[in-house]
Nanobody, 118 residues
Framework: QVQLVESGGGLVQPGGSLRLSCAASGFNLNYYAIDWFRQAPGKEHEGVSCISGRDGNAYYDDSVKGRFTISRDNAKTTVELQMNNLKPEDTAVYYC???????????WGQGTQVTVSS
């Protein structure tokens, strides 16, 4: 069964850190680009970060650049998003998406809640 499962969300104070994980099962994550999206209440779905499949190039939205780091461990079939210096505006449900580079195949996780509040 093909699955993507996010974990690592939670409640953290402003300035704190969280590490999100996106774990794949049922398919080979190595070939897929992985995107992290987030959606806050009443707001549009927005892209946060992306890492390519083959060469591991990373991209970040300006709102998280310098604070978030995306990495992948193809041996463990996981992609992680290290989030530092979190701000209240980072509060959202975070989703990972696996995107095949050539075929119209996308897999989505169920999301993990991140809440930044004092």
């Amino acid at each position: 069964q093909v699955q993507l499962v996010e974990s690592g969300g939670g409640l953290v104070q402003p300035g704190g850190s969280l590490r999100l994980s996106c774990a794949a099962s049922g398919f080979n994550l190595n070939y897929y680009a992985i995107d992290w999206f987030r959606q806050a209440p009443g707001k549009e779905h927005e892209g946060v970060s992306c890492i390519s499949g083959r060469d591991g190039n990373a991209y970040y939205d300006d709102s998280v650049k310098g604070r978030f780091t995306i990495s992948r461990d193809n041996a463990k079939t996981t992609v992680e998003l290290q989030m530092n210096n979190l701000k209240p505006e980072d509060t959202a449900v975070y989703y990972c998406n696996a995107r095949h580079p050539f075929l119209a195949i996308n897999y989505w996780g169920q999301g993990t809640q991140v809440t930044v509040s004092s």
